[in-house]
């Protein structure tokens, strides 16, 4: 059969990625202000990298011998399947497209995929002939595509190992990649060497609930050998790891360092963690390996409201700790934080930016807190609407803007917050002299 992979997007102006946010998507907005925006043009002009998703769907239809192919905003007027990415960030785009396409071309069959379809469903549904739930991967490699009608159920792969490497022969340059900073041009793919989040934070977080509770790994060698095969195939030299917490089991990622060092592939990587999960020995590990950034779950700088919203972060002690480890290893630390949870007020979201300006890492991401269809949340917030009022216009939800009516931050509040966040953060003095000045200016900075 030929199929068609349509990846609709709508234009906006800072970087956009449909994998991220448990695969709702997320759409980088800094702020208004100068330093904002500045840090929006950089990112999404040097810090883009394409979905993973379809890169999986594209390598099993191929290897099941259909004749694929992939455009952006783009159709294949003969293709006998089109197949969209589905998210929250572009979903009116993705209805938009299918719709014409449905009108256009009667006799082709139209359908979603992506981990975020479930809760989405009854809405695509309207105007396409299937949509998958759950891992699309799983539907394509135990029915036949052709029969694929309505809600498919796909379930979760259980046995990560026995999916294809994905197949990135159709994003071409947007594959590269400079490091903010860095003036070597690298070549960068995402992979996943797990699945699953077990993590309490479900109440407010997508990952559990579209990928599951419970983390699902692949091999170790099953790993290496992607490495290898992006190195080869495709000049990769940078791998992104989108595990939500690649340490979360410590011993099998030294055991994944040690396999690295001895495999010789020159090529490096960046994960995402929780200070919780490391250790002295882990770090140097990681050094050694290969690993040139981590981003750490850092979320917020008020224990309390942590603790409100069952986030766990481990102790303010060991993160500072843990993140002053790994610069001394030469990792460089993007902190994560996210402002407004429930209980945030203007105080503590100060806090937070205060915390992230004590950290000093190398980068810092603020977000905005926000309920997502088939979350807890959601639903709390949902059951007591009259009081919450919930956005219903899915570009709302870009991870970066109010979605409801908070108990004491205004929209307004909350967009000040977070453009005094990105502007405290990194118009600093400190901050250019740790990470951007030479070896020499550098002593002293906190
Ligand atoms: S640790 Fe928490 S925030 Fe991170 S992916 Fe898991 S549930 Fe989500």
Same mark, same amino acid.
């Given at each position: 059969?030929? /199929?068609?992979i349509l990846q609709?997007?709508?234009?906006?102006? *800072?970087?956009?990625?449909k994998d991220?946010?448990?695969?709702?998507?997320?759409?980088?907005?800094?702020?208004?202000?100068?330093? %904002?925006?500045?840090?929006? &043009?950089?990112?999404?002009?040097?810090?883009?990298?394409p979905e993973l998703a379809p890169a999986y769907v594209i390598?099993?239809? $191929?290897?099941?011998?259909?004749?694929?192919?992939y455009?952006?905003?783009?159709?294949?007027?003969?293709?006998?399947?089109?197949l969209l990415q589905?998210?929250?960030?572009?979903?009116?785009? =993705?209805?938009?497209?299918?719709?014409?396409? $449905?009108?256009?071309?009667?006799?082709?069959?139209?359908?979603?995929f992506?981990?975020? %379809?479930?809760?989405?469903? +009854?809405?695509?549904?309207?105007?396409?002939?299937?949509? !998958?739930?759950?891992?699309?991967?799983? &539907?394509?490699?135990?029915?036949?595509? &052709?029969?694929?009608?309505?809600? !498919?159920?796909?379930?979760?792969?259980?046995?990560?190992?026995?999916?294809?490497?994905p197949d990135? *022969?159709h994003v *071409?340059?947007?594959?590269?990649?400079?490091?903010?900073?860095?003036?070597?041009?690298?070549?960068?793919?995402?992979?996943?060497?797990?699945? *699953?989040?077990?993590?309490?934070?479900?109440?407010?977080?997508?990952?559990?609930?579209?990928?599951?509770?419970?983390?699902?790994?692949?091999?170790?060698?099953?790993?290496?050998?992607?490495?290898?095969?992006?190195?080869?195939?495709?000049?990769?030299?940078?791998?992104?790891?989108?595990?939500?917490?690649?340490?979360?089991?410590?011993?099998?990622? $030294?055991?994944?360092?040690?396999?690295?060092?001895?495999?010789?592939?020159?090529?490096?990587? /960046?994960?995402?963690?929780?200070?919780?999960?490391?250790?002295?020995?882990?770090?140097?590990?990681? %050094?050694?390996?290969?690993?040139?950034?981590?981003?750490?779950? /850092?979320? %917020?700088?008020?224990? +309390?409201?942590?603790?409100?919203?069952?986030?766990?972060?481990?102790?303010? &002690?060991?993160?500072?700790?843990?993140?002053?480890?790994? =610069?001394?290893?030469? /990792?460089?630390?993007?902190?994560?934080?996210?402002?407004?949870?429930?209980?945030?007020? =203007?105080?503590? !979201?100060?806090?937070?930016?205060?915390?992230?300006?004590?950290?000093?890492?190398?980068?810092?991401?603020?977000?905005?807190?926000?309920?997502?269809?088939?979350?807890?949340?959601?639903?709390?917030?949902?059951? +007591?609407?009259?009081?919450?009022?919930?956005?219903?216009?899915?570009?709302? #939800?870009?991870?970066?803007?109010?979605?409801?009516?908070?108990?004491?931050?205004?929209?307004?509040?909350?967009?000040?917050?977070?453009?005094?966040? #990105?502007?405290?953060?990194?118009?600093?003095?400190? #901050?250019?002299?740790?990470?951007?000045?030479?070896?020499?200016?550098?002593?002293?900075?906190?």
């Open positions: 059969m030929r /199929i068609h609709a997007t709508r234009k906006v102006a *800072g970087r956009s990625n991220t946010n448990g695969s709702y998507g997320t759409l980088n907005d800094f702020g208004s202000s100068f330093t %904002s925006r500045i840090l929006m &043009a950089i990112k999404s002009r040097k810090m883009n990298f390598a099993i239809l $191929k290897s099941q011998g259909h004749e694929v192919t455009g952006e905003n783009s159709v294949n007027p003969d293709a006998d399947i089109t589905s998210s929250l960030v572009h979903l009116k785009e =993705e209805c938009r497209w299918a719709a014409e396409l $449905k009108s256009l071309y009667p006799m082709m069959r139209v359908g979603f992506s981990g975020a %379809s479930d809760p989405l469903s +009854d809405e695509l549904l309207r105007v396409a002939d299937f949509v !998958v739930v759950g891992e699309i991967e799983n &539907a394509l490699m135990s029915q036949d595509i &052709a029969d694929f009608d309505g809600k !498919v159920v796909a379930g979760w792969v259980n046995d990560l190992d026995s999916l294809v490497f990135w *022969g *071409g340059n947007r594959i590269s990649y400079r490091l903010m900073g860095g003036s070597r041009e690298k070549r960068m793919a995402p992979m996943l060497a797990s699945r *699953g989040c077990p993590m309490s934070c479900r109440h407010y977080c997508t990952y559990p609930w579209t990928q599951g509770k419970q983390q699902r790994k692949r091999s170790i060698s099953n790993i290496v050998a992607e490495m290898c095969h992006l190195k080869e195939r495709y000049e990769i030299n940078l791998v992104l790891f989108r595990d939500p917490i690649f340490t979360l089991d410590m011993e099998r990622a $030294k055991a994944f360092c040690r396999e690295l060092i001895k495999a010789k592939i020159d090529i490096q990587y /960046i994960i995402e963690t929780h200070t919780r999960f490391m250790d002295d020995e882990l770090i140097a590990l990681l %050094s050694r390996s290969g690993c040139i950034a981590v981003q750490f779950g /850092i979320e %917020s700088g008020n224990a +309390d409201v942590m603790e409100k919203s069952s986030r766990k972060s481990g102790s303010f &002690a060991k993160q500072e700790r843990v993140i002053e480890q790994c =610069e001394n290893h030469g /990792i460089r630390v993007l902190a994560l934080f996210m402002l407004a949870y429930f209980d945030d007020n =203007e105080e503590t !979201v100060n806090q937070t930016i205060d915390y992230a300006i004590k950290l000093n890492p190398y980068g810092a991401q603020f977000t905005v807190a926000t309920p997502y269809p088939g979350t807890p949340w959601y639903d709390e917030l949902k059951h +007591d609407n009259q009081r919450f009022q919930l956005s219903e216009n899915h570009d709302d #939800y870009t991870q970066y803007k109010l979605v409801y009516q908070h108990p004491s931050l205004s929209s307004e509040k909350v967009e000040t917050l977070k453009n005094q966040a #990105y502007k405290r953060f990194y118009y600093r003095l400190s #901050y250019f002299q740790k990470h951007h000045s030479p070896a020499i200016l550098r002593s002293g900075t906190g």
